[in-house]
């Protein structure tokens, strides 16, 4: 039996059987047996019935969201805010399905036309840190363009992906569209690669099981998207906000306790002002406060699981620090915020915690700050803090990393394309982009 903890007060919160290879090929099968008729449904009915389907989770926020606090520790307030978000990201793609359309090209003796094909079943590997989030992001686009899918969850938390499997249903998604697994990712989540019936794996996980995959892949060329680890930079320039830059700073690290990929998590700040921002940016983490999830006030929970926190720990333990918050004791799998400013040949500027510790790391001029942002295997995301607009532009076209973003932390949302460089993953998720991961692109040559 696989035993749930909520990681606040380490209670059962529940015990449910693991599911088995034979139930993978089970859920496949229905899968399967589903893909005819759902590529085959007009594209506006398709659409209208993932609305429905969005709709259907805007109306269960509050549950989706107490699920996922209790399940894995995150604050109620981002709890809620995935939730709407799974929303937003379902109504996004429900959107997408009449606009995703091929196009006609002239050519000697005829014309092609493109046609962009579903592939049929996909597999759908997620994470623990924001579960419901990226079922969501997989589920939308696998969906739109017309395939039918099998989610396998991180076993840890899957509560709010079966739930929401369970709404899709409700919201009048056929039966076998979407089939959601809870298994070992060792067993269920390796069927998912070998079995021939699904058409592609998209991951969201670690870079080590990442590389796993792809090599699972390699036998079938089976088609395979990867969002894997980061050890993302964040940037401030002498000329930034240095204020809003420190404000913001902690928030980029340490929300969902730096259980989050894009974490900003090396903080390279130049030399000049160096002394300055340390002092703003302790100032800012000071408010972030550690303890119950369940409190709206609360700035960051606990982290997921014991095994994580040793994890953790194993980086933090005996780090120097300039500022270490305060955690309540437990029970629960507790873990104060940490800033520290170590060597750099230090492990824990290269290596991705996961956890909520931030490295501050000086820099003399543009280059030095370029050459260390991408001094990584690393390039999912990161930021630039300056208020020379040109300057902006040149570091952020310099930056190996995906997903950035210019006096702000924030840079994903659904209408934009997400993704990594580097041993960050492999094509990307949302937008219309997203789509071409999801199906196959036909050609047609009809000669006049
Ligand atoms: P993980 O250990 O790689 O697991 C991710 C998923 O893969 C889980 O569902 C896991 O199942 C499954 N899995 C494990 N081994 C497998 C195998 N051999 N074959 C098929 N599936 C397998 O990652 P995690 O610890 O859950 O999440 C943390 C990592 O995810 C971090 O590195 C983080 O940076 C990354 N992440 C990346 C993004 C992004 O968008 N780039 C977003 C979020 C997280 P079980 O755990 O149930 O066994
Ligand atoms: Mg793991």
């Known amino acids: 039996m696989l035993t749930l903890r909520n990681p606040a007060t380490e209670e059962v919160i529940c015990e449910l059987p693991h599911a088995s290879v034979a139930d993978a090929d089970a859920a496949i099968e229905k899968a399967k047996a589903a893909s005819p008729a759902w590529k085959a449904m007009a594209p ?38 995935c939730a709407n978000a799974v929303s937003d990201v379902l109504h996004y793609f429900a959107g997408a399905v009449e ?4 196009s006609s090209i002239p050519v000697a003796g005829g014309i092609d036309v493109t046609f ?22 997989k589920i939308g686009p696998a969906l739109a363009a017309g395939n039918t899918a099998v989610l396998k969850p991180a076993e ?12 899709a249903l409700e919201a009048g998604i056929p039966e076998g569209v979407l089939n959601v697994v809870v298994g070992p990712g060792r067993t269920v989540g390796q069927r ?3 079995h021939p019936d699904v058409r592609k794996v998209a991951f969201t996980g670690s870079t080590e099981v990442g590389k796993q995959l ?46 989050d990929c894009c974490s900003r998590s090396r903080v390279l700040v130049q030399r000049s002002v160096f002394d300055r921002f340390m002092e703003l940016f302790i100032d800012a983490a000071k408010a972030f406060t550690v303890g119950d999830p369940m409190d709206p006030s609360t700035a960051m929970g606990p982290l997921v699981t014991a095994g994580h926190l040793a994890a953790v720990r194993r980086y933090s333990e005996g780090l120097e620090t300039v500022f270490t918050g305060e955690a309540p004791d437990g029970p629960g799998y507790w873990h104060p915020v940490m800033i520290a400013t170590p060597t750099y040949d230090d492990p ?9 510790v931030a490295v501050v790391i ?8 370029i050459r260390i942002c991408n001094d990584s295997i690393y390039g999912l995301s990161g930021s630039v803090w300056t208020q020379d607009g040109a300057k902006a532009i040149r570091v952020v076209r310099a930056m190996e990393a995906g997903t950035l973003s210019v006096n702000s932390n924030s840079s994903v949302r659904y209408s934009t394309p997400f993704g990594g460089f580097k041993q960050s993953g492999l094509g990307r998720e949302h937008s219309m982009h997203v789509l071409d991961h999801y199906s196959e692109l036909k050609n047609v040559f009809f000669a006049t």
């Open 192 to 194: 998912l690669v070998d």
């Open 44 to 81: 506006a009915d398709r659409s209208k019935v993932m609305r429905r389907f969005a709709d259907t989770v805007a109306a269960h926020v509050d549950e989706l969201a107490l699920l996922e606090t209790q399940n894995m520790g995150m604050p109620i307030g981002s709890s809620r805010w």
């Open 116 to 137: 962009h094909e579903p592939l049929g079943v996909v597999g759908l590997i997620t994470p623990w840190n924001f579960p419901m989030l990226m079922a969501s992001w």
């Open 99 to 102: 606009k995703h359309t091929g």
């Open 362 to 369: 000086p820099f003399d001029d543009e280059a030095d700050a």
């Open 214 to 259: 792809m090599r699972g892949c390699a036998d079938q060329v089976k088609r395979l998207t990867l969002e894997l680890g980061g050890k993302s930079a964040n940037i401030v320039f002498a000329d930034a906000d240095l204020e809003k830059a420190a404000a913001n700073a902690p928030g980029a690290v340490f929300d969902n306790s730096g259980q």
């Open 348 to 356: 824990v500027c290269h290596e991705e915690i996961f956890g909520p």
């Open 156 to 167: 840890i938390t899957p509560l709010t992906s079966i739930r929401i499997g369970e709404l």
